[in-house]
């Protein structure tokens, strides 16, 4: 069984910085693309960013820059550092495994999600 567990969330007033880890078991992340995702009250969940096997990156125009994502194969595990948080960064992150060594930035690319961390940015 395939699990993800965030950590890392909080809050933090606008211009600081959080750095969200998923930690898997049940799947070895290193052959599959890993992505986060978010969701804001009353607001469809929307891509992040995504980290693919071969080392390509990908992020929602919203983040570029300020957002990386990276991986630590050894620990089965990919963060996410967020700088320059905004109040509309305020959502609850999922990190999610995909299908394959790549991903889409559609949450139907990817097959297992964690429960999620909640991340509030104060103005």
């Known amino acids: 069984q395939v699990q993800l567990v965030e950590s890392g969330g909080g809050l933090v007033q606008a211009g600081g910085s959080l750095r969200l880890s998923c930690a898997a078991s049940g799947r070895t992340l290193s052959s599959y693309a890993m992505g986060w995702f978010r969701q804001a009250p009353g607001k469809e969940g929307e891509f992040v960013a995504s980290s693919w096997v071969h080392g390509y990156k990908d992020y929602a125009d919203a983040v570029k820059g300020p957002f990386t994502v990276s991986r630590d194969n050894a620990q089965n595990t990919v963060d996410l550092q967020m700088n320059s948080l905004k109040p509309e960064d305020t959502a609850v992150y999922y990190c999610?495994?995909?299908?394959?060594?790549?991903?889409?930035?559609?949450?139907?690319?990817?097959?297992?999600w964690g429960q999620g961390t909640q991340v509030t940015v104060s103005s």
């Open positions: 999610a495994t995909g299908r394959r060594g790549w991903s889409l930035e559609s949450q139907g690319e990817y097959e297992y």
